[in-house]
């Protein structure tokens, strides 16, 4: 009778031990599902330097990128392309450069700063003017006007457009009128604002949420020797930099290039 007792008690015994362990390991596997819940809903950071000239445009990109990358948390600074570089190379914490010209992503490069580089677009340069005068050309501007450039050094754009003026022999007649801008939409500043009565800018400056402004004139498009080619490039190795490099391909990215007036 004592051995059946004893028999009882052992077998409810394992029967506890056996619970427990189970509601430890559930517990466990909760845990689990928890943290891999909590890993997936994690925002993911994308630093972007990007050319002053990219600022609408790449509102638009990132907001279809995330489409797929829900967890994307995409930030943007802006500037000229060349200041942005040498931010870069002093170790500032950038996922992806996007150059409004492929010398400053080739120099990063070169100096294993930059990987996984693609030429995304194209655009054209373009002479504004004072929208209540009737210049022609820069050959227009008298005593007193001026004419904005971007920092040669630092903004294509405004390298672009001394090229030009060189090669057209008109840069010694104009040099003294010109007030240099730090990029391409200070340029635009200026002219709406009358601190410069010309300058120089991408075409798709013109452009704002896809309508062309009213606020300046188009004057004429400028001819260069070589096209304008924008570059990108992954700084870093985040995995989401790949992915951007990797969207920036895709026809999706493409056609909202297109429709913001560049070619792509």
Request: hydrophobic share 35%; charged share 35%.
């Amino acid at each position: 009778m004592k051995i059946k007792h004893f028999l009882v008690a052992m077998l409810v015994l394992c029967l506890v031990l056996a619970g427990c362990s189970n509601s430890s390991n559930s517990s466990k596997d909760s845990d689990k599902k928890d943290e891999s819940s909590s890993d997936n809903s994690k925002k993911q950071e994308l630093q972007i330097s990007a050319a002053a000239s990219l600022t609408d445009v790449s509102k638009a990109l990132a907001k279809e990128f995330k489409k797929d990358h829900k967890n994307a948390d995409i930030k943007f600074n802006y500037g000229g392309s060349g200041a942005l570089r040498q931010q870069i190379e002093t170790g500032a914490p950038v996922d992806v450069f996007m150059s409004a010209n492929t010398k400053d992503v080739d120099q990063l490069k070169d100096k294993k700063k930059a990987h996984d580089t693609y030429n995304y677009a194209k655009n054209k340069l373009v002479l504004i003017g004072d929208k209540d005068k009737n210049y022609k050309s820069v050959k227009d501007l008298k005593d007193g006007d001026k004419l904005a450039l971007g920092e040669v050094k630092t903004v294509p754009a405004g390298k672009y457009a001394k090229q030009y003026l060189e090669d057209n022999n008109l840069y010694n007649s104009v040099k003294d009128k010109i007030i240099n801008a730090k990029d391409v939409k200070q340029v635009l500043n200026y002219v709406e604002k009358g601190n410069a009565q010309e300058g120089f800018v991408y075409k798709t400056d013109l452009y704002n949420q896809k309508k062309k402004t009213d606020k300046v004139k188009e004057i004429e498009q400028v001819k260069l020797s070589k096209p304008i080619t924008y570059k990108a490039g992954a700084t870093s190795e985040k995995k989401l930099a790949k992915e951007w490099m990797k969207f920036l391909k895709s026809d999706k990215a493409k056609k909202i290039l297109k429709e913001y007036q560049f070619s792509a």
